[in-house]
């Protein structure tokens, strides 16, 4: 309570790049909103948009490489058998494409490229999504709710965030695990 009688609230804003909390009179609040809408999509949501894209983006390329060499790898395996009796070089050669194909495909495994190539566009997209459901005005945001878009858009974040810490958690409890 103030000296006045009224019932305060702490109100928090972003004002110059910086976040500012003051403390209001309860029924005030309502005419501030904690960053200004145009603020948090440039510098948060379209900021994560593009770098789920880029991240999408990058493991798409490096899982098809390594997937493309490991083809091309694994088919001139029984090509090249055929000629195994033709040179001393070729048994080599394909023992060497062997271990090549098994070392691909274990990078592949080992930095997860397809899962996180899937699960960085789908967050990606599902951004986009809701940044244009918020823009258009449809459901749920017919009254550019701001604070649901946030809502939203931290909750998907977040949850992304959330389930790679327990893949990582997961790792090392499984390593604590055959160690033992």
Request: include cysteine; hydrophobic fraction near 35%.
């Amino acid at each position: 309570m103030s000296e006045d009688g009224h019932e305060n609230a702490l109100k928090t804003y972003y004002k110059g790049g910086i976040y500012i909390s003051e403390t209001v009179q309860k029924g005030q609040i309502e005419e501030y909103v904690s960053m200004p809408v145009h603020d948090y999509i440039k510098t948060r949501l379209d900021d994560q948009i593009t770098w789920y894209d880029n991240k999408s983006i990058s493991a798409q390329r490096k899982y098809k490489r390594l997937q493309g060499a490991e083809i091309v790898l694994a088919a001139m395996i029984p090509f090249l058998s055929g000629y195994a009796d033709k040179h001393w070089s070729i048994p080599f050669a394909i023992s060497l494409m062997g271990t090549l194909v098994v070392i691909i495909a274990a990078l592949t495994r080992l930095g997860k490229y397809h899962e996180n190539w899937i699960e960085y566009r789908s967050i990606c997209e599902l951004l986009k999504h809701e940044k244009y459901l918020y823009l258009t005005g449809t459901s749920p945001y017919e009254e550019r709710n701001f604070q649901l878009l946030v809502q939203r858009v931290e909750s998907f974040i977040s949850s992304e965030n959330f389930n790679w810490s327990q893949l990582a958690t997961s790792t090392d409890e499984k390593k604590k695990h055959i160690n033992r």
